[in-house]
C-alpha cells in the first residue's frame, strides 16, 4: 500500500495528497496514530482522513490503519528500510548496482502481491479459460510483457492475440464481444492508444481487464477488472521501466490460474510444444568428453 501511496501522490486531491505524505513521510507513527492525531499532523480533518481511507478501498481508517501496521512490519521483519534509495551514481561499482536494482525489484513485486486481489485473478483467469477471443494490448515496455502474456496463453491453447499497432488494436477490438476478454496495459493509465482500444472493447461487451500502476487512471476507469502495480525507480530507470517486473507477475499469475482451470489442455499443450521443438536443441555433451585444445604456435 506504501508503494501505492507513492505512485499516486501527484494524482490526488490536495487534501488527500497531505495525508497521503504524511503517512509516508512516517508510516510507524501513523500506524499508531488515532484518527484525531492524522488528522492534526497532515493539517486535515477527520472526515477528509475518512475519505481517505474509502478512497484507498478500506472501510475506515482502523482498517487503513492496520494495512499501514502490517506493511510495516513486514519492512522491518524483512530489514528493509522505509525508502530504499534507488540512487545510482556513473562511478559506482556494478555489485553496488546490483543491491540496488535486486532492492528496488524486489520491494515492487512485494508491494505488488500484497495488493492483488486474488478473488480479481480468478474472475478474470475464468474469464480467459472460456473465451472464444483474448486481445492484448499494449505499448513500449508494458508491450513487452502483452507479448508475453500472448506467447504463455498460445502454449496452452488459448485463442489469443497480441497487438501493438493502433490501428490493428482498434479494429480487431471492435469485433470482440460477451464472452471475450480484453487487456490493457499501461504503467501510467493515460496511454491514449491502449486507453481508446480497451473502450472499444468495453463498448462491444467484451470483459476487460486494466493492468496499471495507476488505480484511479482513465485506463482503470473503462476497465471491468483494475490490477494495480507497484514500481520502485532507479537511477537510469524511470518508473515506466520499472514497472514491467511488477506487471509480469501480474500476468503470471493469471496465466498460471487459466493453467489451472485448463488443466487436461494445458498439460498435453505443453507436452506437444515441447517436443515440437525439442529436435532443435543442441544435445546434451555434458557426459562428452572435450577435444583436447591445439597449441599455439609460439
Not at 478501498?57 to 522491518?76: C, D, H, M, Q, S
Not at 537511477?235 to 487436461?264: K, M, N, P, W
Amino acid at each position: 500500500m506504501l508503494g501505492r501511496l507513492r505512485i499516486e501522490v501527484p494524482t490526488m486531491p490536495d487534501a488527500l495528497a497531505k495525508i497521503a505524505e504524511t503517512i509516508l513521510g512516517d508510516p510507524e507513527t501513523a500506524a499508531h496514530a488515532s484518527i484525531v492525531d492524522l488528522a492534526e499532523r497532515s493539517g486535515t480533518s477527520t472526515a477528509t482522513v475518512t475519505r481517505f481511507s474509502r478512497t484507498l478501498g478500506f472501510k475506515g481508517y482502523a482498517n487503513l490503519r492496520v494495512a499501514i501496521a502490517t506493511e510495516t512490519g513486514r519492512a522491518e521483519q524483512a530489514r528493509w528500510e522505509t525508502d530504499i534509495s534507488g540512487d545510482i551514481a556513473p562511478g559506482d561499482p556494478l555489485n553496488e548496482v546490483l543491491g540496488v536494482v535486486t532492492a528496488a525489484d524486489t520491494r515492487a513485486i512485494q508491494a505488488t502481491a500484497a495488493g492483488l486481489d486474488v478473488a480479481a485473478v480468478e474472475r478474470v483467469a475464468e474469464a480467459i479459460a472460456g473465451a472464444g477471443r483474448v486481445e492484448i494490448f499494449g505499448l513500449g515496455s508494458s508491450g513487452t510483457a502483452g507479448r508475453e502474456m500472448a506467447f504463455r496463453l498460445e502454449r496452452i491453447r488459448v485463442p489469443v492475440w497480441y497487438r501493438s499497432d493502433s490501428h490493428t488494436a482498434l479494429t480487431n477490438a471492435a469485433l470482440l464481444g460477451p464472452g471475450d476478454v480484453a487487456i490493457g496495459l499501461s504503467h501510467s493509465g493515460r496511454t491514449r492508444e491502449v486507453l481508446e482500444t480497451l473502450a472499444e472493447a468495453a463498448d462491444h461487451g467484451a470483459t476487460t481487464v486494466a493492468v496499471t500502476s495507476f488505480g484511479r487512471s482513465p485506463l482503470a476507469e473503462v476497465a471491468d477488472v483494475v490490477f494495480t502495480t507497484s514500481v520502485h525507480e532507479t537511477t537510469f530507470r524511470v518508473a515506466a521501466l520499472s514497472a514491467l517486473h511488477s506487471q509480469l507477475l501480474v500476468l503470471d499469475l493469471i496465466y498460471v490460474a487459466v493453467a489451472q482451470r485448463t488443466y487436461e489442455r494445458t498439460a498435453e499443450a505443453l507436452e506437444l510444444t515441447v517436443r515440437a521443438v525439442d529436435a532443435h536443441r543442441v544435445p546434451d555433451t555434458t557426459n562428452i568428453r572435450k577435444r583436447p585444445r591445439r597449441e599455439k604456435p609460439l
